[in-house]
C-alpha cells in the first residue's frame, strides 16, 4: 500500500507566493525526504528530517515533521519559475528497510 | 564527484526482446538501488543490492525480472520478453558503505518503451 501520499496532487501559484506541500504515511519511520523531479528527468534530493526532528531549514525549503500525526510539509518560500517541478516525500520503515516509499507527488507549477 | 550514471537514457525494444539497463552507483557507494516510474505515478521500489548480494528484491516481479551487482562493473537490471507494460521510467540510486546517511542518491533514469 501506498506509504507517503502528498496533497494537492497539483497546485499552482504566481512567483513570489509561497507553497506549502503536504505528505501523510502509515508507518512508523526512520526518516522521511523530499525530492524533486524536472520532467523527465531524475529526482534530485532536497532534503531529509530524521523522526526525532520537528523542522529544518534547507535555503528557501522548510520541512516540519510531526510523527503523531503521521505528516510532513514542504514550505518553498518565495517561488521561482524554476521552483516548477513535481515534488516527492519518500519514507523509510523503522523495521530497518532501507527502499524507500514514494508518494504520487504534487506537481507544481509557479507561473512567471 | 560523478553522480549515479545510467545508460542508456532512453531504450526502446519490441515485444518479447530483452532490456539491460545499466547503473554506474556514486564512487565510494556500495548501495544500489532501482525503482520503477510509471506515467504520472511515484516511485516503486524494486531491489536493493549491494556488492555480489541482493539484500531486498521484494518489489521485483517474479518473472522476467532479474538483477545483479557485480564485485566489478555496474549493477544490471535484466528485463527479459519484454511486455508493453514494462514500458516505463527505471532509476538506480546509490548510498554511502556506512549506515547513519540515509540520503540515497539518484541517477537520470532509463526510459523504456516497449513496442
Known amino acids: 500500500s501506498q506509504q507517503g501520499e502528498e496533497d494537492p496532487q497539483a497546485l499552482s501559484i504566481q512567483e513570489g507566493e509561497n507553497a506549502t506541500m503536504n505528505c501523510s504515511y502509515k508507518t512508523s519511520i526512520n526518516n522521511l525526504q523530499w525530492y524533486r523531479q524536472n520532467s523527465g528527468r531524475g529526482l534530485v534530493h532536497l532534503i531529509l528530517?530524521?523522526?526525532?526532528?520537528r523542522e529544518k531549514h534547507s535555503g528557501r525549503l522548510r520541512v516540519t515533521l510531526d510523527t503523531s500525526k503521521k505528516s510532513s510539509s514542504l514550505l518553498i518560500t518565495a517561488s521561482r519559475a524554476a521552483d516548477t517541478a513535481s515534488y516527492f516525500c519518500a519514507t523509510d520503515g523503522k523495521g530497518g528497510s532501507e527502499k524507500l516509499v514514494f508518494g504520487k507527488g504534487t506537481k507544481l507549477t509557479v507561473n512567471p | 564527484n560523478a553522480g549515479v550514471m545510467q545508460n542508456p537514457r532512453h531504450l526502446v525494444r519490441r515485444r518479447g526482446q530483452e532490456a539491460r539497463l545499466r547503473c554506474s552507483p556514486m564512487?565510494?557507494?556500495?548501495?544500489v538501488y532501482w525503482y520503477r516510474q510509471l506515467p504520472e505515478e511515484g516511485l516503486k521500489f524494486m531491489v536493493y543490492l549491494q556488492k555480489e548480494n541482493i539484500i531486498d528484491e521484494s518489489g521485483m516481479p517474479k518473472e522476467r525480472f532479474s538483477a545483479e551487482f557485480p564485485k566489478e562493473g555496474p549493477s544490471i537490471l535484466r528485463i527479459q520478453q519484454v511486455v508493453r507494460g514494462d514500458s516505463a521510467a527505471y532509476f538506480c540510486?546509490?548510498?554511502?558503505?556506512?549506515?547513519?546517511?540515509?540520503?540515497?542518491?539518484f541517477g537520470p533514469g532509463t526510459r523504456l518503451t516497449v513496442l
Open positions: 528530517i530524521r523522526s526525532n526532528e
Open positions: 540510486a546509490s548510498s554511502p558503505i556506512f549506515k547513519g546517511t540515509d540520503t540515497q542518491y
Open positions: 564512487k565510494g557507494h556500495s548501495h
